[in-house]
């Protein structure tokens, strides 16, 4: 069974919150986005604040406790915005309300950082979207409708 993901969209005008990683592994083989490539050249890409829902937890809590975990801000959840895939898991994105604290980049997203592993919080434009990659693909589109409100 696929584990849920459960991922917190954090909003600042017209601006959201992601993670950009850098993301290296010693073979193809053991990188999930190589494929068949002979070996892993490194991926660069960006992801929204989320991660595994936890057994007995709701997809509402697992986003606030892991927007916690990876970035240090607190918040509740404002609304469901869409679900869909993320690498073949079920996704759930949550807008955020009442954010509050400064971005840090914590847990053990902070633990991991590495050269060839690394992590960084940034605040970005829809315009950004593809230059960085935003992973999955398929949630550039409403997430640019919602900063464009």
Known sequence: MLIPRAVAVVVDGRRALVIKRYLRRESAAACAMCG????????????LPGGHVEDGESAEDAAVRELAEETTLR???????????????????????DV??????????????SPDNSFELAWVTADEFERLNLHPA???????RLLSR
């Open 36 to 47: 068949n490539t002979p070996g892993c050249p490194g991926h660069r890409y960006a992801v």
């Open 75 to 97: 918040a509740r959840i404002g609304r469901l915005l869409w679900t869909g895939q993320h690498n073949g898991r079920p996704a759930s994105y949550f807008l955020m309300a």
């Open 100 to 113: 509050s604290g400064t971005a840090v980049l914590s847990g053990s997203e902070a633990r991991a950082h």
């Open 138 to 144: 398929d949630i550039r589109d409403p997430l640019t």
